[in-house]
């Protein structure tokens, strides 16, 4: 594991792509229940789906005994996404979450993000839970747009 800090989103500058706010991001997140999770699997990135819940800051998730439990529970850097997009408009946007990620084994706490409400979509059980305290949260909104840009003469 290393202890850099990753990046700060600095954002496009031009007038396609707005960068999101930190409140924004979390109202985006908090809306939401379905994101992708991206960490390293015998040296390889993987990145899988998974519904969430939110405590706090914090991203909260079930697992079995598999991958993402083996990867995570021991304070795995991992990212997070959450997104939406329109095809017709071209427009969309997405939070990315860069976080740790950590086993909750006591046993309160484990009773108290129980009561979060997060319910496992995949059959089977899932007794496991991880949570992703997040380091840095960046977003992104790309407006609607009818038309691509008019190529320019370089």
């Known amino acids: 594991m290393t202890t850099q800090v990753p990046h700060?989103?600095?954002?496009t500058g031009g007038r396609e792509t707005a960068v999101l706010n930190r409140?924004?991001?979390a109202k985006l997140l908090r809306d939401h229940h379905v994101g992708r999770i991206g960490f390293l699997n015998?040296?390889?990135?993987?990145?899988?789906?998974?519904?969430?819940?939110?405590?706090?800051?914090?991203i909260v998730i079930r697992t079995d005994a598999g991958t993402k439990y083996a990867a995570m529970r021991h304070?795995?850097?991992?990212?997070?996404?959450?997104?939406a997009f329109d095809s017709l408009y071209?427009?969309?946007?997405s939070?990315?979450?860069y976080g740790t990620a950590s086993e909750v084994v006591d046993e309160a706490e484990v009773a108290?993000?129980?009561?979060?409400?997060?319910?496992?979509?995949?059959?089977?059980?899932k007794p496991f839970w991880?949570?992703?305290?997040?380091?840095?949260?960046?977003?992104?909104?790309?407006?609607?747009?009818?038309?691509y840009p008019e190529p320019t003469d370089a």
Request: proline share 7%; with cysteine.
């Open 8 to 11: 700060g989103d600095p954002g």
């Open 23 to 25: 409140y924004e991001c």
């Open 42 to 58: 015998d040296g390889w990135p993987a990145i899988l789906p998974v519904n969430y819940a939110l405590d706090g800051d914090d």
């Open 75 to 83: 304070g795995a850097e991992v990212a997070f996404e959450v997104d």
């Open 90 to 93: 071209r427009s969309g946007w």
């Open 95 to 97: 939070v990315l979450v």
């Open 112 to 125: 108290r993000v129980a009561a979060l409400g997060l319910r496992a979509w995949h059959h089977g059980a």
């Open 130 to 147: 991880i949570r992703i305290a997040p380091v840095l949260v960046t977003g992104r909104r790309l407006p609607k747009a009818w038309q």
